[in-house]
């Protein structure tokens, strides 16, 4: 018999459902996320740590799960009970905010209310590495397995904020070769290697919460080619003197709109973020805004009119377009290609 379950939001309200999975008590800020498949890749993600998520499509757990990936969300919330996995089936995800997965809410209701949010808040040291270590895996192929990487052409250091196993792949399929290093890797450490890229991964939280990483990327600019993409693409913005701000309502999903400025093409893709570069705080400093959010007009990419850098604010190697977005990897190594003179 499954038991009771109770989500108490931050203004006191209290949803009221059935645990799904692990017992026990989670803080977080609740979001929600309206993708139909991935409910699998959303729990891993390291993007969610701090988080609980809210899915809105109904048939959560209609594919099965399997039991040996770690969770990063701090909790999830569905509208149906077909899952096996950490969370609670709720009954209603509207209105849903700040809350506290909790069975008691005369206890804890105040600690809702109490709730640090994510503003701040260095959550990027919770899912890093802690030593470098190198990739040499390609990507998938549903008949052939994993595919042989090519022959690698450059050498990327890739800083791990929450790194996605994918994104390493579409990296070692463009040819490079991949050295993964934590989140506080300084510049001279990345220097010394003398990598032909950088790449700055996604990963949770508040960019301004880790000053570390933004003063890293500072010291790269203009010394070697950079790619980033969600948190490394707000860090981008950081480092170069730009602003970021929370949004409202963040992107959480796998079929936003985005355009691209320079083709005029529209892209599927997936998204998982709460924060947004301000592109009018950079325009001063180097970079044009490349890519826009068709839902709300919000900066979606950024590249440097001059120094061999660019970023985007979505997930190219999610596929949920399943491809639309996979020329941002090719595109990183040519960059790379033209910064070395070939």
């Known amino acids: 018999m499954k038991k009771p379950a109770l989500l108490a939001l931050a203004d006191g309200r209290v949803f009221r459902g059935e645990s799904l999975g692990a017992e026990g008590e989670a803080t977080g800020e609740v979001v929600f996320n309206t993708a139909m498949t991935g409910y699998q890749e959303i729990m891993t993600d390291p993007s969610y ?8 499509y109904p048939l959560i757990g209609n594919y099965g799960i399997n039991d040996d990936t770690g969770i ?20 209603d995800g509207h209105a849903i905010r700040n809350g506290r ?30 030593a470098p270590h190198g990739w040499d895996e390609a990507t998938w192929d549903r008949v052939r397995g994993y595919r042989e990487p090519p ?7 890739a800083f791990d904020s929450g790194i996605k196993r994918n994104i390493l792949r579409q990296l070692v399929s463009v040819g490079c070769k991949v050295t993964v290093v ?10 010394e290697q003398k990598p032909d890229g950088v790449f700055l991964s996604n990963g949770p939280g508040d960019p301004e919460g880790v000053p570390y990483l933004i003063e890293a990327v500072r010291g790269l600019l203009g010394k070697v080619p950079i790619f980033g993409i969600c948190l490394g693409h707000q860090i981008i913005g950081l480092a170069a003197g ?6 409202k309502f963040g992107h959480h999903g796998a079929n936003h709109p985005v355009k691209d400025l320079a083709t005029g093409k529209v892209e599927i893709t997936a998204q998982n973020h709460g924060f947004a570069v301000d592109p009018d705080s950079v325009k001063a400093r180097g970079l044009e805004l490349s890519h826009v959010n068709l839902n709300d007009g919000t900066c979606e990419g950024l590249r440097h009119r001059d120094l061999p850098v ?12 399943p ?10 190594a040519d960059l790379i290609e033209r910064a070395k003179g070939g």
């Open 72 to 91: 990063d969300c701090y909790g999830l919330h569905v509208g149906s009970g077909h899952i096996d996995g950490d969370g609670m089936a709720g009954r």
């Open 151 to 157: 022959a690698p052409r450059f050498t990327v250091v």
């Open 323 to 332: 491809h639309d977005a996979n020329y941002l990897f090719h595109r990183f």
């Open 310 to 321: 660019f970023s985007v604010q979505y997930h190219p190697e999610a596929s949920p377009g």
């Open 101 to 130: 997965h909790t069975v008691d809410p005369e206890r804890l209701a105040a600690k809702a209310q109490a709730s640090p949010g994510l503003i701040a808040r260095d959550l990027v040291r919770e899912v890093t590495i802690r």
């Open 242 to 247: 730009g602003r970021t701000y929370k949004l």
């Open 49 to 56: 740590k701090g988080q609980i998520v809210v899915m809105t």
């Open 182 to 191: 934590p989140a506080f890797t300084p510049t001279a450490a990345v220097l």
